[in-house]
């Protein structure tokens, strides 16, 4: 083993545990953080500092928000009656940078995935039921990918929701537009074939 | 299609290698242990990204270096050619380039190169656990669909979680964390397994036969039937506009294995695990209607086996429309000559032939005179005679 200097040390181990991270880039961005200049360096550990503080959930869709209420559930423009449902708030931000959901979302922060100890409880269901229950909701997209946690996640949801009277609807999925289909990965043009629908 | 040129460097006992085989018959011989094996292994590797000695990826890097790299440059029948190759390190996830671009995912080398393979470990086929006829069925319809490939991850990682599911349920009855949606995962990737599988064994069992009966000089008689865990037996498929665009057997296969689940569903549930499906299919190979595991003698075993290789290999050959690259390991031990010049007329001329063999006596001067034979010694070639 390597002899790096404590503090060192304990940085790159801290940086390893973060996703996507490996040893090596962990080493690279705390050397990088050591050459930074001191004011950089502390801007950087004050806006971890505050990450933790001052973003919470939102209590109603429970994506990451300043306030209680975070300000797409806060925005009386926003059409109250279609919940799109996410896994993560990351997917929330793809899907509103498109500008075409004018509706809500609900994060569940996870798919169902029992080899992984995550259960229909252990994700944000509960509470869609409960809100679902106290709004004027008609339609619900489930918005979660197409893996077999996600279709299982969707399938789940469907069959809780429909009883209760509310459309529920997937997104499809396909080719991505403008993307040569020469380039697509396989698993996206064959789901693009299963998804094809009439002209 | 045929390898014009091979490289490899940091491949089991090669250090660096290039070799310009003939898109005919190349033999290979060498003594034991000099790296026979880990040639037609690298090749293979091309073809299926895996490697046929059922050990870990990274065995093929040669001691003391961080990665293997296997190269070939594939020819196809109008003249065209395409470059691929893998990379296995001990850093780095396994990772292929087509034509020197690196792809997405290493997968994505499936269908560039085909390649049939044969070798003594596919005696398992017979003596083994039914685990290896199904690892026989999935690699070759694999390499034919990528579709079936996909389909058998999503049933496995739905297998996978419907038995945690199950588990919980055993120790904790009370609880049901939504086996339907698992149940449902399950039997719809695991039913387009099945419709594969009847549909490769179907042609496969023709294809077998036929090469069995060629190789025994038609003494002897193969069966190979497919033997799904369900007991459903195929109707002759539908026309598709009849069913709504689904194929029948498919349907089929599905309707019979929600029956079947919803019969065993307690007792799935006292053992917490799922007790039907594709992860217990088998295939049953029968010689002169007797059971090849327990009555063929040895020599009839590699017969059967090799009769699948190469009905495996007309397979692929009808399902992509050029021929694969054969390659076998070791065959002509245990086959009396009668079999080894009739497998030898077999391959001659018809496609890329790799075979490997300690000793140049078993081969007809004949087949010897239009063959290129390479002389492996200690992980190197050493003389080329065409
Ligand atoms: N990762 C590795 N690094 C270096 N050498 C290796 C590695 N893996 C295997 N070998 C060597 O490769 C040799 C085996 O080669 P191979 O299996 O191709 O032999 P062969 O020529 O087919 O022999 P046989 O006639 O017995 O089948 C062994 O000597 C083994 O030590
Ligand atoms: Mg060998
Ligand atoms: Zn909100």
Redesign the interface.
Known sequence: MLAYARPLARLIGELEKLPGIGPKSAQRVAYHILRMPKSAALALAEAIAEVQEAVRFCSVCFNFSEDEVCSICRDPRRNKTTICVVAEPRDLIAIEKTGEHRGLYHVLHGV????DGI???QLRIRELLQRLDQSETAEVIVATNPT??G??TA??LS?LLKPLGIKVTRLAHGLPLGADLDYA???TI?SALQWRREM | MYIRRLCLAHFRNYELLEIRPSPGLNVLVGENGHGKSNLLEAIYMLATTKSFRATRDTDVIQKGNPDAVAFAEVVFDDGSSCDVEVTVSREDRKSARINGARADRVLDLLGMLNAVFFGALDLRLINGEPSARRRYMDLAIAQTSPKYGRDLAAFRRSLDQRNSVLREMRDNPEYDPGLDVWTDQMTTHGSAVMERRFAFTDELAKLAVKAYAELSGKREKLVVRYEPSLGVEPEPPLPLEKTGGVSSVYLAARVCYDIELARVREIEIRRGTSLIGPHRDDLRLSVDGMEARAFASQGQQRTVVLSLKLAEFEYLEQCVGRSPVMLLDDVMSDLDDDRRSRLLQRVRGKCQTFITCTNLRSFPQEVLSEATVFVVRDGAIETVTS
């Not at chain 1, 169902?112 to 080899?115: A, E, K, L, Y």
């Open positions: 169902i995935s029992p080899q259960m229909p409880e077999v946690e279709d299982a399938l789940y069959k990965d396989q698993a064959i």
